[in-house]
């Protein structure tokens, strides 16, 4: 086979606060044939996720940074162009971690193959069914110990977890889904078509004002993808046993200085409540669980998704940079057209 010209998106330096266009580059490679053991993959989806936002920094954390001048990485969605790899034939789908990227070179144990289950689209296995969606079912499920009854409060709710934690707590039999959001048409959407029994816009008021009024009595679990005055906030409505999951903090990935804590910490003793923060892969195991309880939800419609796209790998930047701004709703992909 011919070699192939590739573009690829790299970091070229550390951003400082918010991250500029000026920051990466989009650069074209040549895209080697596989050897023994390997596949080629024509990525077809790429997601763009806020953690990705912490390995742009070199600070000490739970995942190596990005290499400067090297392709950055994601989950993405391909289909196999050559194969030199047992188990792996032209044609098939495969879901992988090199994202950020038109082609992608694997090693046969860096790739699974995908079988999508009729009606439920492809980039879904990127979002609603892929780590997104395990996100918010292990948080939910295992790290806050939801149990039916339960009044929970999820934090940027109209994004790709949140969305998904609020409609599995809805389905598992919480007595209160309430979730905040950045705009009136988000907080439309969380009640109108996913089921939130209260939405609010934090925009557009103190965020532990708008809590009091939408869960008068307290509330039993916040999923948090926020943080800062939303975390302060669940802390004041917690109630007896009550169980914060800390998924994400959006709100401090761009702080340039250390950000003040919550002054109300000592909820946690009133209360004997509990905060974990977690990390997805901690908890591959609910895989299965997870596809077996959610995935037929997810093809009837039980379980909605929406998805956010861009087109083409010259939108990635864009795609990241909005995800950041809260300019998506539900799970933001970068579609890749190959008719170049």
């Known amino acids: 086979m011919a ?3 590739g573009r690829e998106w790299r970091l070229q330096r550390r951003p400082v606060g918010v991250p500029v266009p000026e920051d990466f580059s989009l650069t074209e490679v040549e895209v080697p044939g596989p050897g023994p053991g390997q596949l080629l993959v024509r990525n077809r989806f790429l997601s763009v996720d806020p953690y990705m936002r912490g390995r742009m920094s070199d600070a000490k954390s739970y995942a190596a940074p990005y290499g400067l001048d090297e392709p950055m990485t994601g989950g993405a969605i ?5 194969s030199e790899a047992e188990g792996f034939a032209p044609g098939d789908l495969v879901r992988h971690g090199l994202g950020w990227r038109e082609y992608a070179l694997l090693e046969s144990g860096e790739a699974s193959v995908l ?6 689209p492809l980039s879904a296995y990127l979002g609603v069914l892929g780590m997104t969606g395990l996100t918010a079912y292990a948080g939910l499920m295992r790290v806050a110990d939801f149990r039916p009854g339960d009044r929970v409060f999820v934090s940027g709710a109209a994004g790709a977890v949140g969305s998904t934690v609020g409609q599995i707590a809805r389905l598992k039999g919480a007595e209160l889904v309430v979730g905040s959001a950045g705009s009136p048409e988000k907080v439309a959407w969380l009640r109108d078509d996913l089921g939130f029994d209260r939405a609010f816009d934090y925009k557009r008021g103190r965020v532990d004002e708008q809590l009091a009024k939408a869960a008068p009595e307290g509330i039993d679990v916040y999923f948090d993808n926020v943080g800062g005055d939303h975390l302060e906030a669940a ?3 917690l109630r007896l046993k009550g169980r914060i999951a800390v998924c994400g903090m959006i709100s ?3 702080d340039t200085e250390p950000a003040p804590g919550p002054n109300n910490l000592v909820r946690l003793i009133q209360t004997r409540g509990r905060i974990e923060g977690f990390l997805v892969g901690d908890h591959a195991d609910l895989a299965g669980e997870f596809h077996r309880d959610m995935g037929p939800k997810v093809a ?3 379980l909605k998704h929406r998805e956010t796209f861009t087109d083409g790998i010259e939108s990635a930047l864009d795609a990241f940079l909005g995800v950041l701004e809260g300019a998506n ?3 933001m992909i970068v579609r890749l057209d190959h008719s170049r």
């Open 3 to 5: 070699s192939l010209i």
């Open 235 to 237: 802390l004041g409505a």
């Open 300 to 302: 009837s419609g039980e």
């Open 78 to 82: 391909g289909e196999v162009v050559e």
């Open 329 to 331: 709703t539900g799970k």
């Open 252 to 254: 401090r990935y761009n």
């Open 115 to 120: 079988r999508p289950t009729e009606g439920v």
